[in-house]
């Protein structure tokens, strides 16, 4: 449901949904450029798939890591927008752990992919179950490999693959000395001296390592041991690499290296230098999540994770407002409709959705409303016609991707006689509320003609049935679970929309099993089906003949209907 028109971003996109001054969301500044790495760090993670396979081991684990790392960090403590990504953290931990290799490493091309995978894991097991159960298992693997291996150098023997050098034990070293308890003290001396050794004439324990994968290897050393690398701090202030032809994402990933150095040992010269270059190597006009810089999503995460630890607390919260304006984004693009029948109906859905809900615009027949998650508009309709219309002004005019109708229905169970308590319904009775799984028409084909202004119905003459959105009917099921103390009992199953005739034994003859009729559910149903837009019908019952509901009826199918809108969004 969600994936059917997935909507796409790009950075100019934020400016106009920021709030206030938004001119620096693309500054040349490290906090304009950290704000940037990060939404299309974010944009990748909700819009990408997850191949299970090790060329995006190390992609998918970087991607989930840093990201955490960055809404957990207390400057910017966005456990909002980290509670909305889980679910895609641990589908990226499930798969690379469902495709782990079976011979070293276990993942990537290299030690330096592993220890980056086991850091992902080790980092994101507050949100992700998968990682939760395999994080130790994993990092206890790695440190006896590396134990066992280090004599020899972390290499797998695999020179057109790995990119041999001493960031290999650099990054061995850092997710020991962070991540694992207990670490061995010969066995940090042992890696720290290989990652301080230094790459003479182009060869690092005699393997060859290109000049311009030197200060890829370099920064990190620097970023890692500061002033114990002075000699190759002092390198990594040479560009002269820079005047090799090198593609956009390569020449943004040893940019980042440099800057993760630079800004270790505060040599602002370099980190100007570097910052400079990466401004150059963006592509704004790209689609968020893909890249947009040096064309690689890699780049802005490896430059993303070089600068966050050079940001201060108050650029860090000012992020913030460029979080904002994506998820104002987010919600905009997924506007979520709402077709009412009465004015109290529209009253009713707003008091749902709570405080903090913002009214954009208002009029008698139309409410638009700025959620906490979604954006939504409100349109009423009183008659068929009037529900085909203000279902295809929701859909055409306001964009809305789903259409719920919080609407009234008649129960069409039977009484059956009950000496000591009086009358009782089989199936749905008054006061409940029935989530359709289906509507259908009895007797309309005239009222749906003139709806919609057409020649023929478009359904034969013995009526078609239109079932709901299979997700939502979900999502409906879910929530009115977790409701009940607020509105009691709930049903599932057909509805049939009529036009005032037929008594309640002929429409059960046509339709077994319909819980309730009512008198234009299915034209909104059909209006969404010509428009490929999914939608939800939930009606609160009232007695057969037709009487006024209870309002606390009524607010229960409103309230209903605001949470299956709240966990649609949540997705994002």
């Known amino acids: 449901m969600v994936s059917r028109h997935p909507p796409v971003f790009f950075a100019s996109d934020l400016h106009g949904y920021g709030i206030g001054n938004t001119g620096?969301?693309?500054?040349?500044?490290?906090?304009?450029?950290?704000?940037?790495?990060?939404?299309?760090?974010?944009e990748y993670l909700r819009t990408s798939p997850k191949f299970a396979a090790k060329d995006w081991h190390v992609v998918n684990a970087n991607a989930a890591r840093i990201v955490h790392q960055c809404l957990a960090d207390t400057a910017l403590a966005r456990r909002d927008i980290l509670d909305r990504v889980a679910p895609a953290i641990d589908e990226i931990c499930a798969q690379i752990v469902a495709s782990r290799q079976y011979r070293i490493p276990f993942y990537g091309d290299d030690f330096w992919d592993w220890a980056s995978v086991v850091d992902a894991f080790c980092e994101v097991q507050t949100v992700s179950v998968t990682a939760a159960r395999v994080a130790k298992r994993e990092l206890d693997q790695f440190r006896r490999?590396?134990?066992?291996?280090?004599?020899?150098?972390?290499?797998?023997?695999?020179?057109?693959?790995?990119?041999?050098?001493?960031?290999?034990?650099?990054?061995?070293?850092?997710?020991?000395?962070?991540?694992?308890?207990?670490?061995?003290?010969?066995?940090?001396?042992?890696?720290?001296?290989?990652?301080?050794?230094?790459?003479?004439?182009?060869?690092?324990?005699?393997?060859?390592?290109?000049?311009?994968?030197?200060?890829?290897?370099?920064?990190?050393?620097?970023g890692e041991f500061q002033r114990a690398a002075g000699d190759q701090a002092a390198e990594l202030a040479d560009f002269a690499w820079l005047a090799v032809p090198l593609e956009p994402g390569k020449r943004a990933m040893v940019l980042a290296r440099i800057l993760q150095g630079a800004g270790a040992v505060k040599d602002r010269r370099t980190l100007l230098q570097a910052l400079d270059e990466l401004y150059r190597c963006e592509t704004p006009g790209r689609p968020?999540?893909?890249?947009?810089?040096?064309?690689?999503?890699?780049?802005?995460?490896?430059?993303?994770?070089?600068?966050?630890?050079?940001?201060?607390?108050?650029?860090?919260?000012?992020?913030?407002?460029?979080?904002?304006?994506?998820?104002?984004?987010?919600?905009?693009?997924?506007?979520?409709?709402f077709i009412v029948e009465t004015p109290e109906d529209i009253e009713g859905l707003i008091q749902a959705m709570g405080p903090g809900t913002l009214i954009e615009q208002r009029n008698v027949a139309r409410a638009i409303i700025r959620h906490s998650c979604f954006h939504a508009v409100i349109c009423l309709g009183r008659s068929m016609t009037e529900v085909a219309s203000a279902a295809a002004v929701a859909i055409e005019e306001h964009g809305a991707r789903w259409l719920i109708m919080p609407g009234r229905a008649h129960a069409l169970g039977p009484a059956l006689a009950q000496a000591a308590q009086g009358a009782r319904f089989v199936g749905a009775g008054p006061g409940d509320l029935v989530i359709a799984t289906a509507v259908a028409p009895f007797r309309i084909e005239i009222k749906v003609r003139d709806a919609l202004s057409i020649a023929e119905p478009p359904f034969p003459n013995d009526g078609m049935i239109i079932p709901a959105d299979a997700e939502l009917c979900r999502l409906a099921h879910e929530s009115a679970a977790t409701m009940l103390d607020e509105i009691g009992v709930f049903f599932e199953g057909m509805t049939v929309t009529r036009n005032g005739g037929g008594t309640a034994a002929e429409i059960s003859a046509a339709f077994p099993g319909a819980l309730a009729t009512d008198e234009t559910s299915y034209m909104m149903a059909l209006t969404c089906l010509t428009h490929a837009v999914p939608c939800l019908v939930v009606q609160s019952l009232a007695e057969m003949p037709p009487q006024a509901p209870a309002r606390s009826a009524r607010n229960a199918g409103c309230r209903l209907a605001v949470k299956v809108a709240e966990t649609l969004?949540?997705?994002?």
């Open 24 to 42: 620096w969301f693309d500054d040349n500044s490290p906090r304009a450029l950290a704000g940037r790495c990060l939404v299309d760090a974010l």
């Open 145 to 222: 490999t590396v134990h066992i291996r280090m004599p020899s150098g972390l290499s797998v023997g695999d020179p057109d693959q790995e990119w041999f050098g001493p960031a290999v034990a650099t990054r061995a070293h850092r997710l020991l000395n962070t991540r694992a308890s207990g670490f061995d003290p010969d066995l940090r001396h042992e890696l720290q001296a290989q990652a301080l050794e230094r790459i003479e004439r182009g060869r690092y324990r005699g393997r060859q390592v290109t000049p311009w994968q030197l200060s890829w290897h370099y920064g990190q050393v620097v």
């Open 288 to 337: 968020l999540g893909q890249g947009v810089i040096g064309a690689s999503v890699e780049a802005c995460l490896d430059v993303l994770e070089a600068l966050w630890p050079q940001l201060d607390d108050r650029d860090k919260a000012g992020i913030n407002t460029m979080l904002d304006a994506l998820r104002f984004l987010h919600a905009k693009a997924h506007t979520i409709g």
């Open 569 to 572: 969004c949540r997705r994002w």
